[in-house]
């Protein structure tokens, strides 16, 4: 097709209007104005506030799928993923700012190497400092004790050897092919492959979606590459933040547990028990340190 967009844009929104607003700003002041190379999906998930009428109203250029729940990042995504004509398909969480030139250095680094299967660009915070934390090892029983744990989780980074062994290093300067995984909050993809793959995997609510896609993508044959000349703004948590401490606690250790038993099922029994184990711990301290935390726990093991 003559006229097939090189990339599809898909940004999933919930409830984050103001954000979203700004992300497409982004979206659109770097890469152009109405540029048929483009297209730009949001698919909102049933969003209480101006979401939808704020885009129809401010970017006719876009296209706009209005789902009548909230369906997931998920099934939110691949909603969208199934309408795209573009060459390449980036996933992109609302809560992103892009700069400069980042989405056409993306696209010219994936036509120069096929075998890019997935691309991540470097993410920034918003004062400009690197944005680590959504770059790292992908899910091992140890990462799960030294990483995924309430007290040791805030220890493993501060100390070099534990966060190279468990959660693993990058350099941010230099771009390449990854062992890392990328995140979820901006990641390219061939359109084909990402199709051929079904997508994300909806067993997966929210979180892990982006490290199960990265393992399938690898799976293929495909690389992970880092980009380390696209930058982009990420606020974080923009969506999960509208959630009860619970539901991000349940939520994020479930999914976790999932990824443990479609991939390493004999080890899965062992994540359950670390994080059962992590609940109890957590409870009498939470009494001295925030009392709030304690109903969190406490539901964690009722229902975990």
């Known amino acids: 097709m003559d006229n097939q967009p090189i990339l599809s844009i898909i940004i999933l929104s919930w409830n ?75 996933f992109l969480n609302s809560d992103t700012i892009i700069q400069e030139n980042a989405l056409r250095e993306m696209v010219r680094v994936a036509d120069a190497d096929e075998r890019i299967g997935g691309m991540g660009p470097r993410l920034l915070n918003e004062d400009g400092s690197d944005q680590w934390q959504f770059h790292r090892k992908f899910p091992t029983l140890g990462q799960i004790f030294w990483v995924y744990t309430t007290i040791l989780g805030r220890i493993t980074p501060r100390i ?41 995997d909806e067993n997966f609510y929210f979180w ?27 606020l974080g948590g923009a969506s999960s933040a509208q959630w009860s401490n619970f539901k991000r606690v349940y939520n994020f250790r479930l999914s976790m547990l999932k990824y443990f038993k479609k991939y390493r099922s004999k080890q899965a029994k062992f994540v359950r028990l670390i994080f059962r184990i992590d609940a109890i711990i957590m409870m009498p301290l939470s009494f001295l340190i925030k009392p709030s935390r304690v109903k969190v726990y406490w539901k964690f093991l009722k229902e975990f």
């Open 208 to 234: 892990l979606e982006d490290v199960d896609l990265c393992w399938r993508i690898k799976k293929t044959g495909h690389i992970l590459y880092y980009n380390a000349e696209a930058k982009i703004t990420h």
């Open 160 to 200: 070099n050897w534990l966060r190279k062994k468990y959660l693993g290093e990058q350099d941010r300067t230099k771009s390449g092919k990854t062992k890392l995984q990328l995140s979820g909050a901006c990641l390219m993809m061939p359109t084909r492959l990402a199709k051929k793959l079904g997508g994300f």
């Open 16 to 90: 984050t209007c103001d954000l979203t607003r700004q992300c497409l700003r982004s979206v659109f002041d770097t890469w152009g104005q109405n540029d048929e190379q483009l297209e730009v999906i949001v698919s909102d998930n049933a969003s209480t506030d101006d979401s939808a009428k704020m885009i129809q109203q401010e970017f006719s250029q876009v296209k706009l799928i209005c789902n009548q729940e909230n369906l997931g990042f998920a099934k939110g995504n691949n909603i969208a993923l199934k309408q795209t004509q573009g060459k390449y398909v980036l």
